[in-house]
């Protein structure tokens, strides 16, 4: 059964360096999606990515955030200069269809993030 | 404000037993509501959605609109059923999932 990959699976980093997590979403997938989960907090939205471009983001999605397909099939999240609470869980999810029914997101492993 | 509520951040019953995981939502438009489980050291996957109405590892769930609720049943507990439980609320045209707490289930042997 096809699965959502992400890499690294844990990725230590200082303060203020850049970062990017990588995705390859299931391969017929149209819709791909990140997500964080801070420590002991709930799964929180960040954006969501359809037709080269973001279709929803969140108000945590700010500046230092992009996201991007830079090929067939790998979907990146770029965190330019992370900050301390940059450290969380970063789920990848894609999905085939959605706007008309309820579809079912295929969430990845996660990469754990640690900013020091 | 759209938002999902998990009151129960740890839940523990004994194997056999009926268990009851409770989601209640906030949300003006029409609800398209998920349970998502997390098994240790697994990827959150997707255990069902109402609008499919069927019934997967004994698990049910039933909308009520009324209550603004959705909650998690399943009449005999088996000890695979540990795991981490998220309701989840499917914003119509923002392609976005809003996720409660989570409740850590724990079936005792």
């Known amino acids: 059964e096809p699965e959502v990959t992400q890499t690294p699976s844990h990725q230590v980093t200082q303060m203020g360096q850049e970062v990017i997590l990588r995705c390859v979403p299931i391969s017929n997938h149209l819709y791909f999606y990140w997500y964080r989960q801070i420590l002991g907090q709930k799964v929180e939205f960040l954006v969501s990515?359809?037709?080269?471009?973001?279709?929803?983001k969140s108000e945590i999605f700010d500046d230092q955030f992009s996201v991007e397909r830079p090929d067939g099939s790998n979907f990146t999240l770029k965190i330019r200069s992370t900050k301390l609470e940059d450290s969380a869980m970063y789920f990848c999810a894609s999905s085939d269809v959605t706007g008309l029914s309820a579809s079912e997101q295929y969430f990845g492993p996660g990469t754990r993030l640690t900013v020091t | 404000a759209q938002r999902v509520t998990q009151p129960e951040k740890l839940l523990s019953v004994f194997k056999g037993a009926p268990v009851e995981l409770k989601c209640n939502y906030s949300?003006?438009?029409?609800?398209?509501l998920f349970w998502y489980v997390q098994y240790s050291r697994q990827r959150l996957q997707l255990l069902l959605r109402?609008?499919s109405r069927e019934s997967i590892k004994g698990f049910t769930a039933d909308l009520n609109k009324g209550e603004t609720s959705f909650h998690l049943k399943k009449p005999f507990a088996q000890e695979e059923d540990s795991a981490m439980y998220y309701c989840?609320?499917?914003?119509?045209?923002?392609?976005?999932?809003?996720f409660g707490q989570g409740t850590r289930l724990t079936i005792n042997p």
């Open positions: 109402h609008i």
């Open positions: 989840a609320l499917e914003i119509q045209g923002a392609q976005k999932l809003v």
């Open positions: 990515f359809y037709n080269n471009e973001i279709s929803e």
């Open positions: 949300y003006s438009g029409s609800p398209e």
